[in-house]
């Protein structure tokens, strides 16, 4: 029976591990590949901006602070009083909540935002990707590479995001938006006895829900780090190829 067990183990690591794979590896609707950070200019700055999902004209507020050059911009719908009554209810996430607590601030009566510095570590390099939306999920990765020798304080804190892309203009927004639709929170503490020669990595690779009311063909991945202290170091945004690169 034990033998059993463990092969039924074995068999459902083989499944998921290969399901995985798949989400990431098969070339996506007209022939476009892997979608990554590869090639990317890095963030210099991270605006997050956070909307009661109470407030049914937040959305449309003229006043709402666009992304300048360099900045990545995340828009966060919090669960507000109304639960599934609110005119936002439908984009809302709990995730938004435990961002708002990370950043130690308090969720808004009706909109905040919040700019924050990405202080680069030299040589280091975050990549995140994903692949094809398949069966309500989608295959995404966030990877984390030190150079030999990197002292860093951990534990670290790796937040990888799946975001729908929103034009400006869409239900009356007047920015561009990157609507939170999942969020993985992986903490990666130190190895042990690595010498001073030997480059330090992270990975996260995970099947992510996509959210009912998603359109896939806007789906993103950002990520971003933060060191033990909170401090945001660096950050990362896929694009996907265009058909002109096939």
């Known amino acids: 029976m034990t033998t059993s067990h463990l092969t039924d183990q074995a068999w459902f690591r083989v499944w998921r591990h290969g399901w995985l794979a798949l989400l990431l590896a098969v070339p996506l609707a007209h ?8 090639d ?3 963030p210099k700055m991270l605006l997050e901006r956070f909307v009661n999902a109470d407030c049914d004209t937040c959305w449309r507020d003229p006043a709402t602070p666009a992304a300048v050059s360099g900045t990545l911009a995340l828009d966060w719908i919090v669960p507000g009083s109304q639960g599934e009554d609110a005119p936002l209810a439908a984009a809302a996430r709990r995730d938004a909540h435990l961002r708002l607590e990370a950043l130690q601030r308090l969720r808004p009566d009706r909109q905040d935002s919040l700019t924050s510095r990405v202080v680069a570590w030299p040589d280091a390099r975050l990549r995140v990707a994903h692949g094809i939306a398949f069966g309500g999920y989608v295959g995404a990765s966030i990877e984390l590479r030190l150079p030999p020798g990197r002292k860093v304080s951990y534990p670290l804190q790796a937040w990888l995001a799946l975001v729908e892309t929103l034009p400006a ?3 009356g927004s007047v920015v561009a938006r990157n609507l939170v639709r999942n969020v993985l929170q992986p ?7 690595l010498s001073n020669s ?8 995970r099947a992510m829900n996509i959210p009912e009311g998603a359109q896939t063909t806007r789906l993103q991945v950002v990520g971003w780090l933060q060191d033990a202290s909170g401090q945001l170091v660096m950050a990362a945004e896929s694009a996907c190829p265009s058909e002109q690169d096939d």
């Open 31 to 38: 022939g476009q590949s892997l979608c990554s950070s590869d």
């Open 187 to 193: 903490t990666w503490n130190g190895h042990e006895s």
């Open 169 to 171: 203009g869409l239900e």
């Open 40 to 42: 990317q200019a890095a």
């Open 198 to 205: 030997e480059q330090i990595s992270f990975r996260e690779f």
